[in-house]
């Protein structure tokens, strides 16, 4: 493609044809994470549905597929009511401070061994950052509507972020340790060689810590303190409508897929195949599903935003105090625990890594 | 918190167990009805839109005896009467009003020549408010139009009456 491009636009200085080149991945990117979002929307209730023994939505197109098309259409042509106390710079900014972190983390993901928009190499440092930067948009969101429930459930969001942004940092150490790299690419390149050498095996509890600090990171059940519907409405944003609430909407499930993203990354090898390293498959006919590509990590992924739903359709809402204890009781201590019996591991060279 | 708590904790054990609640809950055949296009069963003794009914010589049932409007515990029915040139008494007026009608079937029970009966339509409605007025020529239209079944919906049940 890029050599098609540069060919294309062969007049042009180089530098004018990266540039062209990465804004064409961005626009790439965020209208399939778009559609992603249309597609997750679906998912989501037709999943919960079924797990009520129900059919979920089945009337707009072909089984109910235009269903989430419908729903934004109705979303964007509601009426945009703005509190008459509200700070209305801040009301409007917040929606688009929350979804501008959860769309630019999406720079530093690797699809494919080729296709990644920004290689950098603090990679996982960014998007420590930027996943963090969300909880302004919300705080700011619960603060700007001037309404008491709004405040609520931005006050329970910004503790509950801080609370399990730690865990997942630590968490994110023990990959980090695991690969030597904060560069994403190298660290699925460190996990290459068959299922067992993914991280997942030598770094179980953290695992499993972060996709519980990832779903309460995006306000999910059962973590959605913030929204809280019986307690406090809708919380944070309780005075949004039409675009503004979808605005929200859409940074929600674009984190969703995000934290599902980045631990199949992480934890599930990313691109790697789960066939990788069956030597017998790689001279058969069957040698392509051995090949890393791009769809190894769309399975991984959605099978966590299954996760995600299914959780939601199974468990209560924690209490406040129970989220806290969780968070600050449990996880922080499983994860340094287990940095500290990595650190034997790597000493002692038991890992699937070695030292450098 | 002993040891073998604490492990139970951290094996996660009981959300694995919701887990498989719910996932087995997923396969599970759907009860869902498509409503419009699928219905459920009516019982015969379901009790629908009030309707009066004629003999089959045209010839209406009801002889005014004002019985249902005294049963009528939400005091939906007004009638009024009068005599007929061969003696007979009639109705001249009959009107029930729809959201009064707590659909009880007491007029229907209390009807001495099954004039009154209760069809099994629940799909109707009205648009303006003065509609919800039914008048005798509408009802004794609702007895023509839903004859036949609600004949044999009574006769079904007639055994347990």
Redesign the interface.
Known sequence: MKEFLSSLLSSLDPQWISLIWSLFQIAIVTACLILTVIFLVFFERK?IG??????GP?RVGPMGTLQSIADTIKLLLKEVIIPAKADKFFFLLSPILLLVPALAAWAVIPFSPEFIIADINAGLLYLLALTSFGVYGVILGGWASNSKYAFLGSMRAAAQMVAYEIAMGFALVGVLMASGSLKLGEIVAAQSGGVLSWFWVPLFPLF?VYFISGIAETNRHPFDLAEGEAEIVAGFHVEYSGIGFAIFFLAEYINMALISVLTSILFLGGWESFFAGLTFLEDSILAFVVEPSIFWLLIKALFFLFVFV?LR???PRYRYDQLMSLGWKVLIP?TIVWIGVECVMYVMQVGPWSVA | MNMLQLLKK?S?ID?IK??I???K??F?????V?YPEVKTPLSPRFRGKLALMRYDNGEERCIACKLCSAVCPAQAITIESEERADGSRRTVKFEIDAFKCIYCGFCEEACPVDSIVETNIFEYHMTENHQRIQTKEMLLATGDQHKDQTIKNKKKDSRYR
């Open positions: 999943v079924y797990m009520h023994s129900r059919v089945n499993i299914w359709a199974s468990f499983i | 951290l996660l959300f919701g887990f609640v719910t996932l809950a997923f599970r055949r759907k009860v869902t498509q």
